[in-house]
């Protein structure tokens, strides 16, 4: 099983739409948990952490369970702007703060 | 806002060249990461340190790799002998002293001719 798993998607949906990204995690000692945004050549940028009792940012909305090892970003009433690729990005414990990514899922809004 | 900086951002180099890879990252920050990311493909860790060392590298980080935190701002990479396929977008991170968020520089294009 892959550290950190994604549907790469693409996932092609109208302006307006409501659309959720999946990942799951395989290591159950994980602490940290984050969605990143990368547009096309461009660095990624940290969109959201997830937090265990879920977390809402504007029209984002993240969600973990831990028992499943599971996490989601929910995106309301998408717009044009938000086509990139979502990376789920998990930090396990250590001192080294290291960050285990997933391949991402990408969004394309389409007007 | 404080932010994560790097340069080049665009590096041109011939196979069996040395490169140098700059990034300035937070000043207050003291964890730092290199990625990597090869066109098409997901980011990939090379390496992380902290307090002045290399807490952990991966298996793409082999010899010919080096880092380096020269003077406490800047930190940088080395690829002694590069290969066509380090042709990718290296990305420096770092982390604060409370905190998992990693924060990215925009990157340097890396070509290996």
């Known amino acids: 099983r892959k550290e950190v798993e994604q549907d790469p998607g693409p996932f092609n949906v109208p302006e307006g739409a409501t659309v959720a990204f999946n990942c799951t995690y395989s290591?159950?000692?994980?602490?940290?948990f984050f969605w990143y945004r990368q547009d096309c050549r461009k660095e990624p940028k940290l969109l959201m952490s997830?937090?265990?009792?879920?977390n809402e940012d504007g029209r984002f909305t993240a969600q973990l369970n831990r028992a499943s090892q599971y996490i989601s970003l929910l995106i309301r009433d998408s717009k044009l702007s938000d086509s990139a690729t979502y990376l789920c990005v998990v930090g396990n414990a250590g001192n080294n703060r290291k960050l285990i990514w997933g391949l991402g899922t990408s969004l394309a809004v389409n007007p | 806002e404080p932010e994560v900086t790097q340069t080049p951002s665009h590096q041109v180099t011939q196979m069996g060249q040395e490169v140098i890879l700059r990034c300035v990252p937070i000043s207050n920050h003291l964890y730092f990461y290199w990625y990597r990311q090869i066109l098409g493909q997901k980011v990939e860790f090379l390496v992380s340190f902290y307090n002045n060392e290399i807490s952990e590298k991966s298996e793409i980080f082999d010899d010919q790799f080096s880092v380096e935190r020269p003077d406490g701002s800047n930190f940088t990479l080395k690829i002694r002998s590069t290969k066509l396929e380090d042709s990718a977008m290296y990305f420096c991170a770092s982390i604060g002293v409370a905190s998992y968020e990693q924060y990215f520089g925009p990157g340097t294009r890396l070509t290996v001719t």
């Open positions: 290591n159950s000692a994980s602490q940290s």
């Open positions: 997830v937090y265990s009792s879920g």
